[in-house]
């Protein structure tokens, strides 16, 4: 039996959601967001191992469904993610083995300099599973140093399905198109994990002859942007602290993210637009990374809220949104009617219960492997059949 095998740790990390209906990004252990380390201008290199594909006869047909799923994330307009595509390969393996950085008797699979899609013929995992994403990454600053992608040629039929009447979903059950598995297991090679929206490309399972996954849902989209966005672009990465209580009349809110602008506008939203949300009644711009709101939490209902910026870019209004990052506890509710500080329309009916619920909740495997004094590490993100 191969020997990394077995070292495998399998985690079984569940997410909770109070309000699960956005995309989801890939965490390091210490909380950090993976992505490529790139500038706009930049592009992460990729190779193909065409000839592993043997369902696909012709490598150029092949070629061009998969870079085709490339370009569905490469041409969103507001995120400056962009790829090259670096030949054909003969590469099987997704790294390299040598001698275990913390004990030398061990073998360790580490990264090698190529990002590499290959079919396997012979599956060493899951035979649900129809790709599988490996992600290598620094643990402190979340950083990508190299992503590879495997593909179930042992249990799954490929195609190009180009016109839907030639796959049966009843009968082809074993069926998966190309540029639908290839677009979903980028999200994951750029840093996006499964979103709870059904119909997203990041939805975590495909039903047989499925192509509805090569064209992206507006929450892919939002992932991508959030994780690449183009400059001037404001994004929020987080909010601190994430919660606070009725009747605290001047909560501060520390909101850190990019590309923040002096006139930048914080709200807080019980929804992701702007529609009912309450405005800050001051917004204090520290520098571009972060910026400090505060709130009059007096009258507004508990729950979970979205953190919503705006400014002006590039002459109209643009919105930054971190959709359920704070919430609102109960507190004690002073008995005057003071109008809120914010000059919103706050409702004044206290709200009679919490949403501490857990109103929905994914659960998602992901195996990690130590491989180098616990610094660097991978994480494997699936897409199985339904
Ligand atoms: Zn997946």
């Known amino acids: 039996m191969n020997t990394r095998l077995f070292m495998y740790t399998l985690t079984f990390v569940v997410m909770f959601h109070l309000f699960a209906f956005s995309y989801v990004v890939e965490k390091s252990e210490s909380g950090a967001t993976l992505r490529w380390f790139i500038q706009p201008g930049d592009r992460v290199e990729y ?4 000839a592993s594909c043997t369902d696909i006869t012709d490598p150029n047909a092949l070629l061009n469904a998969i870079q085709n799923s490339f370009n569905a994330w490469e041409s969103v307009e507001e995120s400056f993610i962009a790829f090259r595509y670096m030949g054909d390969t003969t590469l099987t ?30 599956w060493p995992y899951d035979p649900t599973v129809i790709g599988l994403t490996t992600n290598w990454y620094y643990v402190d600053s979340g950083e990508i140093i190299s992503s590879d992608i495997e593909f179930n040629m042992q249990h799954y ?11 049966n979903p009843q009968v082809d059950t074993d069926v998966v198109d190309v540029q ?8 994951h090679f750029i840093g996006l994990d499964h979103t709870p929206v059904e119909g997203a490309t990041m939805y975590y399972a495909s039903p047989p002859c499925d192509t509805e996954k090569r064209t992206l849902h507006q929450d892919d989209i939002d992932g991508v942007v959030f994780l690449y966005p183009v400059s001037n672009y404001p994004v929020i ?23 923040f602008s002096s006139d930048a506008v914080a709200y807080l939203s019980p929804q992701a637009s702007l529609e009912g949300a309450h405005q800050a009644a001051e917004t204090r711009y520290i520098n571009q990374g972060h910026i400090q709101a505060l709130f009059n939490l007096t009258y507004m209902d508990t729950g ?14 643009q919105h930054a ?66």
Do not use: M
């Open 180 to 187: 639908n598995i290839v677009t979903h297991e980028i999200g």
């Open 47 to 50: 190779s193909v191992n065409l």
């Open 93 to 122: 393996e997704i790294g390299e083995e040598a001698p275990c950085a913390d004990n030398p008797t061990n073998t360790c699979l580490y990264p090698d300099s190529v990002s590499l899609l290959v079919w396997l013929s012979t």
């Open 304 to 317: 979970t809220y979205t953190v919503i910026i705006e400014q002006v870019v590039n002459g109209s209004p």
């Open 157 to 167: 039929t490929w195609r190009i399905i180009n016109d839907p009447l030639t796959c």
């Open 237 to 259: 990465e987080r909010v601190d602290p994430y919660q606070g209580s009725r009747g605290e009349n001047t909560f501060t809110l520390d909101i850190y993210g990019k590309n």
């Open 321 to 386: 949104y971190l959709p359920d990052a704070f919430q609102i506890v109960s507190g004690n509710i002073p008995v005057d009617d003071t109008q809120d500080a914010g000059g919103c329309t706050c409702s004044t009916t206290p709200s009679g219960y919490s949403l501490w619920a857990l109103k929905e909740f994914v659960i998602s495997f992901i195996v990690l492997f130590f491989f180098s004094q616990r610094s660097k590490k991978r994480g494997r993100y699936d897409n199985k059949l339904t």
